[in-house]
């Protein structure tokens, strides 16, 4: 992310040296209207922004969509870093992939490698779809989210809504007022705690069971 910050500080330079591009246009980058730096890319304000990591020279690929913008990024195996703030953000990636949403933001990410890092925030809502292993998942601060994970996947949900499905081994902390609808397709636990309240269907279930005191598990 610390490439992308960089580059905001150029982004007055980036939209004044854009063609005449009117708000929401749809543009490509790396393109005239939205300049590249290596591997890392700044959607200028309000403009509509398409990355696909194939058309940058280098590994991995960055994206910077931070002022009302629109952005969709195929990342393919790269190395994905979508910061995605005030924006409407799309995201498709099979490598490595930390997405960042907040602000209000409204974020579909769809990560199929293992160890997806995403993280939602400040009233921002996110749908995460992570099939891979091992993902880190994180809805804080009025978020609402919709969460389908794979095994061993740690979801976090603070002071927010969210809906979660996880495959084995899942681990779902609900946290400070949140309230969570978990679905657990195998062994998986659900803390409940800081008046939240919980609701968790294992396996077979057809009906989603309160959960009482602090903790919930389904085991096979």
């Known amino acids: 992310m610390k490439t992308i ?15 005449e591009t009117s708000p929401g246009e749809s543009v490509a980058c790396p393109g005239p209207d939205c300049e590249c730096t290596g591997t890392a890319c700044l959607c200028p304000s309000a ?15 960055q994206l910077g969509c931070t002022d009302g913008n629109v952005c969709q990024t195929a990342c393919g195996d790269e190395a994905c870093d979508v910061d995605c703030t005030a924006s409407s953000c799309d995201v498709t990636s099979s490598g490595d992939t930390d997405v960042d949403c907040t602000g ?4 579909m990410v769809t990560a199929t490698a293992d160890g997806a890092d995403l993280s939602c925030a400040m009233m921002s ?45 899942g681990d779902v902390q609900c946290q400070s007022g949140a309230t969570c609808n978990v679905t657990c397709e195998a062994d998986c636990s659900v803390s409940c705690s800081g008046d939240s309240v919980c609701t968790l269907r294992c396996a077979g279930e057809t009906d989603f069971t309160a959960i009482e005191g602090e903790t919930g598990v389904c085991e096979s």
């Open 125 to 169: 809502e996110c749908t995460f779809t992570t099939p891979g292993a091992d993902a880190d998942l994180e809805c804080v601060g009025m978020t609402d989210c919709t969460i389908t994970a794979g095994r061993d996947a740690d979801v976090q949900c603070t002071a927010s809504e969210c809906d979660v499905t996880v495959a084995d081994e």
């Open 47 to 61: 403009l509509a922004c398409a990355l696909d990591c194939a058309d940058l020279d280098g590994v991995g690929c």
């Open 5 to 19: 910050a960089a580059l905001c500080a150029v982004s007055l330079l980036l939209i004044g040296c854009a063609s």
């Open 104 to 107: 209000g933001a409204d974020c």
